[in-house]
C-alpha cells in the first residue's frame, strides 16, 4: 500500500530543487531514492489541496501563518517507513513537516 506525506518548505523553491537534486535522483519531473520513495513539487494549479478537508487546509494555514501555494510530496510504501524517515529528516532541517 502507497502513502505519502506533504512537507511545507521554509525556503526558496529553488533551494529545495538543490537539496533533492543532491539527495535523491532526478527523473522526469520528480526524484527517486534507490529505496524507492518517489518525490515531487506540487502546486495548488497540479491540485496540492484536492480532497483536503476545509479544516485540514485552516490548521496547515494556522500552522505555516499562511496557506502555502506549493509543497513536496513524498510516496512511499509502508515498508519503507524508515527511509521516508531518514529523507524527511535531511530535508525538515528549516521547513515545516505536515503529513496527511
Given at each position: 500500500m502507497?502513502e505519502?506525506v506533504?512537507?511545507?518548505?521554509?525556503?526558496p523553491r529553488l533551494e529545495?530543487v538543490?537539496?533533492?537534486?543532491?539527495?535523491?535522483?532526478?527523473?522526469?519531473?520528480?526524484?527517486s531514492?534507490?529505496?524507492?520513495?518517489?518525490?515531487w513539487?506540487?502546486?495548488?494549479?497540479?491540485?496540492?489541496?484536492?480532497?483536503?478537508?476545509p479544516?485540514?487546509?485552516?490548521?496547515?494555514?494556522?500552522t505555516?501563518?499562511?496557506?502555502p501555494e506549493w509543497?513536496v510530496?513524498i510516496?512511499?510504501?509502508?515498508?519503507h517507513r524508515?527511509?521516508l524517515?531518514?529523507l524527511a529528516?535531511?530535508l525538515?532541517?528549516g521547513w515545516r513537516?505536515?503529513?496527511r
Amino acid at each position: 500500500m502507497s502513502e505519502h506525506v506533504f512537507v511545507f518548505p521554509a525556503v526558496p523553491r529553488l533551494e529545495v530543487v538543490r537539496l533533492l537534486d543532491e539527495l535523491a535522483v532526478a527523473g522526469h519531473g520528480s526524484w527517486s531514492t534507490n529505496t524507492r520513495l518517489i518525490v515531487w513539487l506540487t502546486d495548488e494549479a497540479s491540485g496540492l489541496y484536492q480532497g483536503w478537508e476545509p479544516e485540514d487546509i485552516a490548521n496547515l494555514e494556522q500552522t505555516v501563518g499562511r496557506r502555502p501555494e506549493w509543497a513536496v510530496q513524498i510516496n512511499y510504501r509502508l515498508s519503507h517507513r524508515a527511509d521516508l524517515a531518514a529523507l524527511a529528516v535531511a530535508l525538515i532541517k528549516g521547513w515545516r513537516y505536515c503529513s496527511r
